[in-house]
């Protein structure tokens, strides 16, 4: 199993400039792994690799978002 990396870069949706996300909680659990970052213009940028609907549930409402088994 390959390793999710701990940054990737965007483009901000709101000022087109670089904006990094950091990995967040690393577990053992490879259904997902979430994302967050700021922009300098203050944009959050949320992201999220891993299974199609635990990513589609996390981008949906990532502030309040819990995974479980």
Do not use: N
């Not at 701990?6 to 400039?17: D, E, G, Q, V, Y």
């Not at 999220?48 to 309040?64: F, H, R």
């Amino acid at each position: 199993m390959l390793k999710a990396p701990r940054s990737l870069t965007f483009k901000c949706t709101k000022c087109a400039k670089a904006v990094q996300v950091r990995l967040q909680k690393v577990s053992a659990c490879s259904h997902i792994q979430p994302y967050f970052g700021v922009c300098q213009c203050g944009e959050v940028k949320h992201h999220a690799i891993g299974q199609k609907d635990a990513v589609e549930s996390y981008l949906a409402a990532p502030e309040g978002w819990t995974h479980h088994h």
